[in-house]
């Protein structure tokens, strides 16, 4: 059964990482949360659209020597010391990916999910630090990432706010689209037969 890796990234987030965030963020904790799961669907859209096999090899070659690497035990799901390596660490990856775009899309996370800048910024490095970490752990994942990302694209997609998905090169009309059919499902119309 393949994965959805949005749902096995979040498992790593633990009450425990969020407090141990907060101790150099000081943000309420579900905006911190749900800027972590922006930034996860937004990573991964990013890989989706401008990584190919060989990039994701390379990035999971320099993940192997990061300290944050090191501090992950995916066996159990855990991330077990949260310091602020990922601040140094992560950028190069993020560069790979999103090119000139970095610092718009942290900025969108910062406006669009309210949090500071700085915030944004980091949990972003935090973010592609824990994909390309567990993409080395599960290297036949890197293969099939792209076909993979494509069968889970609408779920990832509806996790990121209108204005980031713009940047990412993506339309709104396919979430909007499944919104409508799920919301609208138990109209008044259709509590009297009429569909």
Known sequence: MTPNLQIELRRFISSNVISKLNKFYFENDAL???AIDVSLGTVLMGCYNNLEEKELEEMTVLI???SFYKEIDFASARILSV??????EGNALLEQIFTAKKGRISEMISNEVGIKSETAREVLNFSVLLIVSYLKYNSELIASLKLLLDNQKRDILNSIPPGIKIILGFSCY???EEKNHSR???SIFNLFGNS
């Open 83 to 88: 310091d602020d390596n990922y601040k140094a």
């Open 184 to 186: 609208f499902a138990r």
């Open 64 to 66: 192997e020597n990061t």
């Open 32 to 34: 911190l949360i749900k």
């Open 174 to 176: 396919e979430t909007v």
